[in-house]
């Protein structure tokens, strides 16, 4: 958390590389949403009307806001972006109170979602179809999912589906960094935040559930070049840390359990590997889950780590960042919440 005994929670928002200090004085409500997969979003809600330019008279504040205008919101202390993106929807209130802008904004993936084709990807790797993919849209691309070569079938669906879809494959989440289109493994981080009660964290909801967790995950294909049968398992997750994971829990209940997945069909040995690991990951990673409020904490992210202190040692320690959203209102300031997870507990010895 901030070490500031007093910081300026209201954010700083820039309009086409213009500091918009007008919008943010007349801030009512901002939520941002950013997801672990797929296209981050925000709904930033202003008082239309008031004094201008000088003027005596009450006017239209933000009339001349567009669609397409690119929106930049910054916490300011330190200088740290919480979301960039353009203007895709504009509403307008009246009647409760005085007029209400709302700009809708997305972050530039939502070009990805505009490019509906069918098409065939021959023989190229989930890192070069993203590249392709990015590239069509104006994107840099920044990927590390799988040296797996295969046939990618893009089914009239929009690019944006398509390479969900893909990355779904390989449980690695697709989303925008730094402007870049980013699709790899989370990396440990460095500088994980702490948090707890009593140190920022106001709501705290944690389950271990044996629900859908298993020792095993299983994946059966067929090779149509060679006609023949691939198979595949894996137990364990992607990185290991401390503690037992649901797993090693099933084992030591006695309690027998493993998945046969049934999609998507595997068509070679490589492919049946990099889908069992996936499967099996994607359930394991969830074995702990639940979510946080917490006072505003800009540097909270998908993908980012937190390092929770003063809950039990069986959940204390570091935890990932799944769903992020970061809300602004008049009432409750800066608030942060994150949905969390992690593949180990400590059980009591």
Known sequence: MQSQ?????????SVNGENRADLAAQLNSLTIQLPWH???SAELSVTNWGLADGSPYPSWLFNHISMG????????????TLFEGEVTGIEEQYGASAPVLTLLLQDRLHLLGRLRQSRCHEDQTPDQLLQTLASDAGLEADTRVSDVAADWHQLNESALAFALRICRRFDVGLRLDRGALRAMPEDPDPEPVVLGP?????????LADLNHQYQHSKVTGYNPTTGEPVEATADQPRQSAPGKTAGDTLADLGWESSDTLPHP?????????????????RQARKFLHGELICMGEPNLKPGKEIELEGVSPRLA???QVGLCR??????NGFRSHAKIHRAQWNPEP
């Open 38 to 40: 797929g296209c981050a």
């Open 326 to 331: 970061h809300t602004f209102d008049s009432r």
């Open 69 to 80: 205008d690119q929106v930049h919101i910054a916490h300011d202390t330190p200088s740290i």
């Open 265 to 281: 069909m595997a068509r070679s040995h490589s492919e049946a590997e990099a889908y069992a690991s996936a499967g099996f990951h």
């Open 198 to 206: 009593g140190n920022g964290a106001l709501n705290i909801r944690i």
């Open 5 to 13: 005994p007093l910081i300026n929670i209201r954010p700083r928002i």
């Open 317 to 319: 320690g570091i935890w």
